[in-house]
């Protein structure tokens, strides 16, 4: 459950963080982490800087090396970067370690067995860019917006559409939730029902709430383990209004928040303003 506001925390930490660092050696402590060995991404990679600027397709962060070699990572649902003195300890959940020639080195962790990196060509990073629209980097009209809407071969529930990464980059479950409240939308309308004032209050909201979740540094929860490169947790689970909140009282309507089954997974909403 790392979605792109906690992906673009990341990003935003990398960039102060690593750029001009020159790579000493690689340690991969697991394999399942990365398709290439140690002794390639050593060969690769050794006395390569990073430049110019750490960048992220969806939920794929991507460092370019002044060699042209491009590293992407993903955090999965439990991965995370960590930004350490060589000296501190390592944790059990340490899969690889990159450490440069001054000042540390960079660590990805993983609790899930889902972070992934690896190296990729200039045409292969630009091939994996996301089907759908990131709302962190991508200003919509909200009448291309109401296109975007219509754009499925049928209509859908909107939790589905919100969740359809080849609409819309990295919101997922948490943030569909979070979104569709501050819209007043019930999860199970359809993309068609809407009026022109839903069609904006839904797009205002998506915008205003991964933005927000970016500005309170993510959201962590007990299972997703996010931390920043300093490996310190999220704030915005701390501003969440329905997800994972049921049984508490709404802040819009004062009822009781409820969860249903949705797809086999539980959705927060409140009954009273959410139609």
């Not at 060995?37 to 750490?54: F, M």
């Not at 960048?55 to 460092?63: E, I, K, N, V």
């Not at 904006?200 to 500005?215: F, G, P, S």
Request: aromatic letters at 6%; a neutral charge; hydrophobic letters at 35%.
């Amino acid at each position: 459950m790392i979605e792109s506001p906690e992906v673009e925390v990341v990003r935003r930490e990398l960039e102060r963080e690593v750029l001009d660092r020159r790579v000493k050696s690689v340690e991969v402590l697991s394999e399942t982490v990365t398709p290439h060995s140690a002794d390639e991404l050593n060969e690769r990679l050794e006395r390569a800087k990073i430049t110019g600027e750490v960048s992220r397709q969806g939920l794929q962060l991507l460092l370019t090396f002044d060699n042209e070699e491009i590293m992407g990572v993903t955090l999965g649902a439990g991965g995370h970067l960590r930004r350490q003195p060589n000296r501190d300890r390592v944790d059990p959940a340490t899969r690889l370690v990159i450490t440069f020639t001054q000042y540390g080195g960079l660590r990805l962790l993983d609790f899930k067995e889902g972070a992934r990196l690896r190296l990729l060509s200039p045409e292969q990073a630009q091939d994996q860019q996301p089907e759908g629209i990131d709302p962190l980097v991508t200003s919509l009209s909200w009448t291309d917006f109401s296109s975007l809407l219509a754009t499925p071969p049928r209509p859908v529930y909107l939790k589905a559409f919100l969740t359809n990464a080849g609409a819309i980059v990295g919101v997922g479950d948490m943030y569909a939730d979070e979104i569709l409240f501050n819209a007043g939308l019930r999860h199970d309308r359809m993309t068609d029902s809407l009026g022109r004032q839903e069609i904006r209050r839904l797009w205002r909201a998506i915008v205003e709430v991964l933005h927000d979740a970016v500005k309170y540094r993510g959201s962590t929860l007990e299972d997703n383990h996010f931390v920043s490169l300093s490996g310190e947790p999220g704030a915005y689970q701390n501003h969440h209004n329905v997800f994972r909140r049921h049984g508490r009282l709404s802040p819009r309507s004062r009822r009781p928040i409820v969860r249903v089954k949705y797809r086999g997974r539980w959705t927060y909403y409140c009954e009273q303003s959410q139609v």
